[in-house]
């Protein structure tokens, strides 16, 4: 891939010593520019705000980036920012550019760590995944989101009613039950994807929204799920939503799990900040994102049996053994959940030891039951 066709170098900030800023590579712009052989996870600024018909997004890679780099280098692994994208004559063009940028680093097991812009150029990071099974989970404050652009359809909505082999199994994170109405609620349901409310995580603690985080292809954080004090930058500010804390901590699960390829961070407009507090807590969760990333180990029951116990569970209501998987040393768990007509496409899921826990009493857990109806 030739770098230069689709991005431009993004300006390096001065930096003091012990800093992500010093301790990250830029791309240059060289025409033989080559990634280090130890690259981990690559940065790409998406200036682009069409669809919101020019609200402001478009500057926030480079005022996020500002704050990051000025954070702590933290683990020692190599970062690359590889700059900005050139966005396309047409959104379709930029969406296509992100997916062909996505996919050179998804094939190479590079992570891609994508600054927006408002969150419609996620849907090119959707369409590098596009293949059987993926999962996309997107922390946003409503399960379908909005349209600025006259009538055109949000392109992430298009995923909710993709009726293809290839529809992507979507989860969401904090959605708020006043942006909702009830029937995308139960049509969320029906097609057995998982969306889990505002109040319901955090009444949980926010380790329960991991396993879901772990089992994800691909995530979009949405500023517009931060609460107006802790983000008043916001695309679409509430006073309702995550504090900043708590974003942070769903950006580390992502860069902890094995399977995350991509996180986007999206929907901040400069303009309309205080202080650039919201600058600062976007820097910060990308900071968490990367640092998660740096930290990932083997963990996984298909790829590392060797370090698993395995749990087996009758259930008289089913005539069937749970099977639960808990790993020794990282003490995460995992259940399977069986095909009935074949067992190639069975799926082991993320799961929290509270889950085997309600198996022991004969309880069938949610997540379990919700991806047995899926393939089944």
């Known amino acids: ?98 997916r062909d940028l996505v996919s050179e680093f998804y094939d190479r097991n590079i992570v891609t760590l994508l600054l927006g812009g408002s969150i419609d150029v996620f849907y090119g990071n959707c369409l590098a995944m596009k293949k059987q099974g993926s999962v996309i989970t997107t922390v946003v404050p409503r399960l379908r989101l909005p349209v600025r652009n006259g009538d055109a359809i949000h392109p992430l909505n298009s995923l909710i009613f993709d009726k293809s082999d290839f529809a992507p199994h979507i989860c969401n994170i904090g959605f708020q039950s006043y942006y909702v109405p009830h029937w995308e609620v139960d049509f969320f349901s029906d097609k057995q994807f998982e969306a889990y409310r505002l109040g319901e995580v955090r009444n949980k ?74 600058a600062m807590l976007a820097a910060q969760i990308a900071w968490y994102f990367i640092e998660g990333t740096k930290k990932r180990n083997i963990d996984n029951p298909k790829d590392d049996m060797q370090n698993f116990k395995k749990y087996l569970i009758f259930f008289d209501e089913l005539h069937y053994d749970l099977c639960f998987f808990k790993n020794i040393k990282t003490e995460r768990w995992w259940m399977k959940v069986p095909s009935i007509t074949n067992d190639d496409e069975s799926l082991i899921i993320s799961c929290l030891p509270e889950d085997y826990l309600k198996a022991t009493e004969q309880e069938i857990p949610d997540r379990w039951w919700k991806t047995y109806q899926r393939i089944n």
């Open 1 to 98: 891939m030739k770098w230069a066709d689709y991005l431009i170098p993004a300006v390096k900030n001065p930096t003091k010593y012990d800093t992500l800023g010093k301790a990250i590579v830029m791309y240059d712009g060289e025409p033989e520019f080559v990634l280090p052989a130890t690259t981990k996870i690559v940065i790409i600024g998406a200036p682009e705000d069409r669809f919101t018909e020019g609200a402001g997004e478009i500057k926030s890679p480079g005022i996020i980036r500002k704050y990051l780099y000025s954070l702590a280098e933290g683990s020692k692994d190599t970062v690359v920012d590889m700059g900005n994208l050139k966005t396309g004559k047409s959104l379709v063009d930029t969406y296509y550019c992100v």
């Open 205 to 278: 603690n926010m380790n329960a929204s991991e396993p879901v985080i772990r089992d994800s292809d691909l995530m979009a954080i949405s500023m517009d799920a931060v609460r107006f004090s802790d983000a008043p930058a916001a695309s679409n500010p509430s006073p309702n939503g995550f504090s900043g804390e708590e974003i942070c901590q769903l950006a580390y699960f992502a860069g902890l799990s094995n399977k995350c390829k991509s996180l986007g961070l999206f929907d901040m407009i400069p303009q309309n900040d205080c202080q650039d507090m919201t």
